[in-house]
């Protein structure tokens, strides 16, 4: 590593009034990260500095979690390596508040890992001051030099400056980390609650609460209770089925059977059959009588969907159950009565097809009483962090996996996914996730969402910026370790070339 000219300010003036530009400049950062990159660029310019060290006591472990920059090099962060107290130059300052100078490591005896890990990275003299606030001790900030007798007795009352206009930003930095935590923490409990009113009010499998979201729930609420006919309208993995539930759950039918057909699933020659029934030897391979849906969902809801895959020839038989409640089975001439509530879906245009002599008129009004249109996800952008932790949880619970936190760059990063596959798309993607995921943090493979057409413009991290972050932290939890069942390949889920070839690309590099 090349060795940096640094030279601090010239006069004591100067000294402070370019430590005011510091504390100013790193006042406003808000992220632990994020500030100890722009100390790395800003220390410098008030002292003579190759490494800054900041190492902030953890009262859970009781340990010193150090965290390394380079200075002048914001990219090269280091962090989360853990120290017992007693082990490290900044747990010794941390426990009795006063400063410490080594002006040469060849002679330093005490912390023979620490200096030895130090002596590799060419350090030859440090100076450690407390990190400490009204409210508490912090920790505590080293300043690490290539040369030797770097400073002296005279730096300290300095540094110890600096170190106080750090310790506010850090402390303020820690703080607005607790109330990103506490948020999360509320958020699931906010999610808790609301999944109890659910339940109360037959919402339980309807996850969300945007503005479009409510909107159709509050036309379930309306429609629910009537008899009358529905049909959901919506792209595919948009919840139509849900919707159908929720109508049904709400009803006076809510005690009789709620069946359900996809059109597009059963083959033309058997849709009939599937419908209505058919009696034995009706046709080739009917070797017994057979109940249709119809007969099933008697006194309660029967729901079709993809309605508009039912071909010309048995959409008029269908209209004829709607409005006469009979039928007869095929290959039968005994008219079977039944007390059916329909609710029809499809991602269809059928007014279109309607023009377009694809589908019954007379039918598409019968079904159209009353039109529920199903929000795709993109216009349920604020549904997205609830959903991903209420899939989350669901599939973890499934598993038998801790995973108790979505990072906060991953939920914007899919909040700003355009969802072409819906909600469908995304309870795939979280599940494949779960599965991938190593820790306590959910790990999703944000690489398979970089289509550009899919995204929206918005000033939020790039997904390069995210997996970056992703990588960085496995790496930094596993100690740079790449391969192996403890390594950041596994706990990422990828095939140890895969991640290499990722860092190479990505630009990650050991530091060294």
């Not at 722009?38 to 472990?61: C, G, T």
């Not at 030797?148 to 170190?163: N, R």
């Not at 699931?188 to 945007?210: A, N, Q, T």
Request: hydrophobic share 40%.
């Amino acid at each position: 590593m090349d060795e940096l000219s640094l030279t601090p300010c010239e006069t004591l003036a100067e000294r402070y009034q370019a430590l005011l530009d510091v504390a100013q400049a790193i006042a406003a950062h808000r992220d632990l990260d994020e500030l100890f990159k722009e100390l790395a660029h800003r220390l410098p310019r008030v002292v003579q500095v190759n490494y800054v060290d900041l190492s902030l006591y953890d009262p859970v472990k009781k340990v010193m979690r150090l965290h390394t920059i380079q200075a002048n090099v914001p990219a090269d962060l280091i962090g989360g390596h853990e120290l017992a107290v007693d082990a490290c130059p900044s747990g010794v300052v941390w426990q009795g508040q006063h400063p410490l100078l080594v002006e040469n490591l060849s002679e330093e005896t005490r912390w023979p890992g620490v200096i030895r890990s130090m002596m590799e990275d060419g350090t030859q003299s440090f100076c450690f001051v407390p990190l400490t606030t009204a409210r508490g001790r912090l920790g505590a900030m080293g300043f690490l030099s290539l040369e030797k007798e770097a400073y002296h007795d005279s730096d300290l009352e300095f540094l110890e400056q600096v170190a106080k206009q750090v310790a506010v930003a850090v402390e303020n930095a820690l703080a607005f980390q607790q109330i990103g935590e506490l948020k999360d923490k509320l958020a699931k409990e906010k999610l808790y609650l609301e999944e109890e009113l659910r339940i109360e009010h037959g919402f339980e499998d309807i996850i969300g609460e945007s503005k479009p979201l409510k909107q159709v729930l509050k036309q379930v609420e309306v429609v629910a209770p009537t008899d009358s006919t529905v049909l959901i309208q919506g792209e595919t993995g948009t919840g139509k089925e849900l919707i159908a539930r929720a109508i049904h759950r709400l009803s006076g039918r809510s005690e009789h059977t709620f069946v359900k057909l996809n059109c597009a699933a059963i083959p033309t020659g058997l849709l009939e059959s599937e419908l209505f029934g058919h009696e034995r030897g009706a046709f080739t391979g009917a070797i017994s009588q057979k109940s249709g849906r119809f007969e099933l969902a008697d006194k309660g809801t029967i729901f079709l969907d993809e309605v508009g895959e039912i071909p010309l020839e048995l959409q008029s038989k269908l209209l004829r159950v709607l409005q006469e409640q009979e039928f007869e089975r095929l290959g039968s001439t005994k008219t079977i009565r039944v007390n059916v509530r329909l609710i029809a879906a499809t991602n269809r245009d059928l007014k279109n097809w309607v023009e377009e002599k694809q589908f019954r008129s007379d039918l598409y009004y019968r079904l159209n009483v009353f039109p529920i249109t199903a929000p795709p996800l993109r216009d349920r952008r604020d549904d997205i962090p609830i959903l991903v932790r209420y899939f989350t949880q669901r599939h973890a619970g499934r598993m038998k996996k801790n995973i108790q936190t979505v990072p906060i760059t991953t939920l914007e990063m899919l909040s700003r996914y355009a969802w072409p596959g819906n909600i469908r798309e995304l309870e795939n993607l979280v599940e494949r996730s779960v599965i991938l995921t190593r820790g306590t943090d959910l790990q999703v493979p944000l690489s398979e969402l970089q289509n550009e057409h899919h995204l929206t413009a918005s000033p939020v991290i790039t997904l390069e910026e995210a997996e970056r972050e992703q990588i960085l932290r496995a790496l930094q939890e596993t100690k740079w370790i790449i391969g192996g069942p403890g390594g950041a390949a596994t706990r990422l889920g990828l095939k140890r070339t895969t991640l290499q070839s990722k860092m190479q690309k990505l630009g990650i590099t050991r530091p060294y």
